[in-house]
């Protein structure tokens, strides 16, 4: 298992200046080597569809700029360039690997036949982080004591950790972050053992739930969770803070200060976020085995919406990352099923019943079932979780605490039996 934890370090102002200039020099070598590969594209891709019936000159042919060339490369570059002697190679090699790995994830699609945008050139600042591939390893560049990073270019800079490093895990990587209020370290840590999941026999409690605008989430029992709307709340206050910096000097030091005001006020709002997601999340996961949630595509519902926002603030995305995250470490499954009528379907007789967004009551007419819209969702959720992993409802509707009943394929018919 990998987790990551982060700490917030203490540089000097000497250290900060030499970690600032660090970003710059790497942001200023991602753009070199991302400006290769373009024209490296561009000059091996023909601007027509067709040849001259007589010849057509290619000219000379470039090497293929891939990640191998370009890091053979970085001797040049510090011949030229003898700043970048005082950066750490492993540094600017993972920094080439982070462009290899955008560059890839344009060209080249993944499962589901989608690429991801195409690399950018990096503004000034942009660039944030670097990392280090080895931490207290024989040869390794950076140490850590469990109060303080040592390296020989920066010396020794105070961590504040508060928390500590859980026992049995390994730290395997560290990366330097720059933040709107100062500068973190993110250790990976790797622990060989992998929490085993609850298996389906001894399945005791599950619970479905449906995120919505309305509710962060209702559960199938009707229990719910309100929205805390964190941007929406700021949203006056980023509207002044955004005024101020209008009337600045663009690039002047009080542009700056005013920038840097916003972002200090955008990573509390994103802070505020997270710590809610996880607190949720803690509190679902203690109490079920089993959590069912929609496999939501949430650019697709926030595209094209007067909703765009509210969905953005809400973050279902997320926070079901988040819960995943949690339910893992305790073995508790998180199963994600297909999102399709599980507003519109009666939970009791299947049912299906039309409604607008803004009709907020289920009211079936076969069945006379009513139920709030939400937590009839959550219980189709659940239902279908059910049958997904082989659990099938008892005869009051609920799910069987004292033992669940599985389904088993007959070995004499094709059909499904249950036992």
């Given at each position: 298992?990998i ?28 753009n ?11 000059q ?112 020794a800079?105070?961590v ?19 933040k709107?209020?100062g ?66 000097e ?18 509390h ?18 109490e ?74 289920h009211?079936?007419p ?43 394929t ?10």
């Amino acid at each position: 298992m990998i987790i990551s934890y982060c700490y917030k370090i203490e540089p000097t102002s000497q250290q900060s200046v030499k970690i600032d200039y660090w970003l710059e020099l790497l942001r200023r070598h991602w753009n070199y080597a991302l400006g290769q590969r373009l024209d490296w594209l561009n000059q091996t891709r023909c601007q027509i569809d067709r040849c001259s019936i007589v010849s057509c000159p290619m000219g000379e042919i470039p090497s293929r700029p891939n990640y191998y060339f370009q890091q053979s490369a970085l001797k040049q570059t510090k011949k030229l360039f003898p700043d970048y002697k005082k950066i750490y190679s492993e540094i600017q090699q993972i920094n080439l690997q982070r462009l290899d790995k955008a560059w890839k994830r344009w060209l080249i699609p993944d499962k589901k036949g989608k690429c991801g945008g195409r690399p950018r050139f990096k503004k000034s600042g942009k660039l944030r982080s670097f990392c280090f591939s080895r931490v207290n390893h024989p040869k390794a560049v950076i140490k850590f004591d469990g109060k303080q990073i040592i390296t020989t270019r920066f010396g020794a800079i105070r961590v504040i950790v508060h928390r500590p490093i859980p026992d049995g895990f390994t730290i395997k990587t560290a990366t330097i972050t720059k933040k709107a209020d100062g500068y973190y370290v993110s250790f990976s840590l790797e622990d060989k053992s992998v929490p085993s999941l609850i298996s389906t026999d001894n399945i005791k409690t599950a619970l479905g739930i449906d995120v919505g605008l309305k509710e962060f989430l209702t559960t199938n029992t009707g229990e719910t969770v309100s929205i805390p709307k964190f941007y929406r709340k700021s949203q006056s206050n980023l509207a002044r803070k955004q005024k101020k910096v209008s009337r600045k000097e663009v690039g002047s030091n009080n542009w700056r200060a005013a920038q840097n005001r916003i972002a200090r006020l955008h990573q509390h709002i994103a802070r505020q976020r997270e710590d809610f997601h996880y607190k949720t999340a803690h509190k679902l996961v203690k109490e079920y085995d089993m959590i069912a949630v929609e496999n939501l595509n949430i650019r697709g519902l926030a595209k094209n919406t007067k909703l765009s926002k509210s969905i953005y603030d809400v973050a279902w995305g997320n926070f079901i990352e988040k819960l995943n995250a949690v339910a893992v470490k305790r073995g508790v499954q998180i199963i994600k099923v297909n999102p399709h009528n599980t507003s519109q379907n009666c939970s009791n007789c299947g049912q299906k019943v039309p409604l607008t967004l803004s009709v907020r009551t289920h009211s079936c007419p076969k069945c006379k079932t009513v139920l709030d819209r939400d937590e009839n969702a959550a219980i189709n959720i659940l239902n279908k979780a059910l049958n997904e992993v082989g659990i099938i409802l008892s005869a009051c509707g609920g799910l069987d605490i004292s033992q669940p009943v599985k389904q088993e394929t007959s070995a004499n018919e094709d059909s499904i039996i249950f036992v």
